[in-house]
């Protein structure tokens, strides 16, 4: 016997094996070539099929910056990072957010190799709603193929293992004003038991926030 070493390039975990054959050339007494292609058995010619382990596993972070004060009308960008955490190469990423009114900056990742990672960014502009709340909560979706095209996806997390939602908080200020007013129906410099004074009350929401069950 003889021996030989190989070393694994990605191409072999991408493809989860390592295929090929070997032929062996001899001379018998007549000088006449004999040759035979390898095979598992002494009796066949078939690849000798080295299994080789895969693991395509991808995880997408979601972070935020506000700008402005956090207020109404002020835009958050959103980072979204993919890192490919497995062993095999990664095609066709695409991020999806249901946040309505979330617009992207870029478009697919076309490729990561392992450990490799790569971001797009959003925005997204701050409504009543989200002020109301007092935050902006929720989570994306990766999704990419791997070399046998099966599907691998990740939820959005704060951090490469988890997958918790990305809370934006923002800027609440609750204030309401009362103003009240009178208009007096008779002579103000004539008073006389059953006159009658009107007052009116004007509220007015100084804050940011939405107010309900406004009493006086």
Not at 41 to 47: H, S, V
Not at 158 to 176: A, E, R, S, Y
Request: aromatic share 4%; glycine share 8%; net charge negative.
């Amino acid at each position: 016997s003889i021996t030989g070493t190989y070393i694994i390039t990605q191409a072999d975990v991408d493809a989860g094996k390592v295929t090929n054959s070997a032929l062996v050339t001899a001379r018998n007494p007549l000088d006449v070539e004999v040759k035979d292609v390898s095979g598992t058995t002494i009796g066949t010619d078939d690849n000798t099929v080295t299994p080789v382990n895969q693991t395509a596993s991808i995880a997408l972070v979601k972070t935020a910056v506000v700008g402005g004060t956090g207020v109404l009308g002020n835009t958050i960008t959103y980072t979204f990072r993919v890192t490919n955490t497995g062993t095999t190469t990664l095609n066709n990423i695409v991020v999806s957010d249901p946040l309505v009114g979330l617009t992207f900056a870029g478009g697919s990742i076309a490729t990561l190799a392992p450990g490799a990672s790569d971001s797009i960014t959003g925005t997204y502009v701050i409504t009543q709603t989200d002020v109301d709340a007092g935050k902006v909560t929720n989570s994306a979706l990766v999704t990419a193929k791997d070399p046998q095209n099966n599907t691998i996806t990740d939820i959005s997390g704060t951090t490469l293992i988890t997958n918790d939602n990305t809370v934006t908080p923002v800027t609440q200020t609750p204030q309401i004003a009362l103003v009240k007013t009178a208009v007096y129906s008779g002579d103000a410099t004539r008073a006389q038991v059953g006159d009658v004074i009107t007052y009116t009350f004007l509220v007015r929401n100084t804050g940011t926030t939405t107010l309900k069950d406004v009493t006086i």
